[in-house]
């Protein structure tokens, strides 16, 4: 019988179609290459072949496709009727997946890795600080990610995907030298992987590794086109360590060439977040206010996230603020209160209280904006997101401290995170 490249058993007799699966398959564990064109060559070769759909069903899905996915998802689980008991509720995860059922697949994804745990792909939504954990709402995520790995790692020893999701799960919880280890062994052994690559990146940046980070990226990323999944938020990256390293003067230059929503194809999610979480952190380290940049994000956000959702959510205030939009502002406001009264946002009440927390500092009440925020910030990661995107929070409010007379207050903001470098005086923005 064939197997998958983790060893487990295929219903299928085609070896090509195998071969094309795993092409398929490794190509969104590591968000880079060609995804879809081997997965339908599996499914030419073998129609019946349902964990190439499935494959197919999580590729549409973060690539924004929802209809496309849920009735991929769906046509899998048909097809897995008279596969194996395996690739049954390999299937059935993504179905749950992609209709919308995130903490069904999360427990079913439990249930299946206790069985079958080489099932990399099956385990993969499930990982990450965009995944089921990642995005589940819950205060103590990290570590539960952590557990929902550490398990495994005997099952998996130098496999380049698990060293990758569970070097970022370390590097979450501030264990960022082990972090860095294990990423460097997965660059190793894929060196293109984008997804491994943003890891190291993160490594490097909890590290106080500026420079190392912004000379890898610099020397990585030519090498990945603009199509692949990861395009943005890598040199979203970039354009983060250059404004952290003083390196101005062709920030805006990289950001309009590769991440704007005028040329960015990477998931709206992160072309979104992204770029308002960088214009606001350019703000907060003194650089200029641009609107037209803040316009195109506005009516991107219009179009692509009409409502709150999850990440969105603690964002989606930043551009009416920016743009001086009171009634927009003031929409999505509401919208979040009232998502959260109705128990739509995972994060709860905590995207709209950073609402209000954003306006207070626009609008110069930087005492309001501390007391929002000093009580709030060990909800702030229930919102999603890494330690690096959610700095977005932390950098508002020591600059809300400086601003209102308080710097010892925000150095000893930082000095309470033992486990992370700081390489930034505090002088109206710091790590």
């Not at 564990?29 to 599996?42: E, Q, T, V």
């Not at 299946?112 to 745990?117: E, R």
């Amino acid at each position: 019988m064939l197997e998958d490249r983790y060893g487990l058993p295929l219903s299928i007799t085609s070896t090509v179609a195998r071969d094309a699966y795993v092409e398929g398959v490794d190509a969104i564990l590591s968000a880079s290459g060609d995804a879809l064109g081997p997965l339908h060559k599996a499914l030419d070769l073998e129609p019946g072949f349902a964990l190439a759909l499935s494959a197919k069903a999580r590729f549409l899905q973060v690539s924004g496709d929802a209809r496309g996915a849920r009735e991929a998802g769906q046509q899998a689980m048909e097809m897995a009727a008279s596969a194996s008991d395996r690739e049954r509720s390999h299937a059935n995860i993504f179905n749950l997946l992609t209709s919308g059922r995130g903490p069904d697949a999360l427990a079913l994804t439990r249930e299946h890795v206790a069985q079958f745990p080489r099932d990399g792909f099956a385990l993969s939504p499930s990982c990450s600080v965009f995944g089921l954990i990642g995005f589940s709402g819950r205060a103590g995520r990290e570590p539960e990610q952590l557990e929902l790995l550490e398990p495994l790692l005997q099952h998996y020893g130098d496999d380049w995907w698990f060293l990758t999701v569970y070097a970022f799960a370390l590097v979450e919880l501030g264990q960022w030298q082990r972090g860095r280890e294990l990423v460097e062994r997965a660059l190793a052994a894929n060196p293109d992987s984008a997804h491994t690559a943003h890891v190291l990146a993160h490594a490097l940046y909890e590290g106080g590794e500026d420079r190392a980070c912004a000379d890898y990226l610099a020397k990585w990323l030519p090498g990945y086109g603009d199509d692949g999944k990861m395009a943005c938020h890598i040199w979203w990256h970039l354009c983060l360590v250059k404004l952290m390293l003083g390196e101005r003067d062709d920030l805006w230059d990289v950001y309009d060439a590769h991440c704007t929503p005028a040329v960015s194809s990477s998931p709206a999610i992160n072309v979104f977040t992204d770029g308002v979480a960088l214009m606001w952190r350019a703000e907060l380290a003194g650089m200029p206010r641009d609107e037209s940049r803040w316009q195109a994000l506005a009516e991107f956000r219009e179009k692509m996230f009409p409502k709150p959702m999850v990440f969105v959510d603690s964002h989606g205030a930043l551009p009416p603020l920016a743009l001086g939009d009171d009634a927009g502002f003031s929409e999505w406001l509401e919208q979040l209160r009232e998502a959260a009264a109705n128990n739509k946002l995972p994060a709860g009440t905590v995207p709209s209280e950073l609402a209000e927390a954003f306006a207070a500092f626009e609008r110069g009440n930087h005492g309001e904006v501390i007391r929002v925020l000093e009580p709030l910030m060990a909800e702030v990661v229930r919102i999603g997101g890494s330690r690096a995107q959610r700095d977005l929070v932390q950098n508002t409010l020591l600059s809300a401290y400086i601003k209102d007379g308080r710097p010892e207050a925000a150095r000893a903001l930082i000095k309470a995170q033992e486990d992370r470098v700081q390489t930034v005086p505090v002088d109206g923005y710091a790590h």
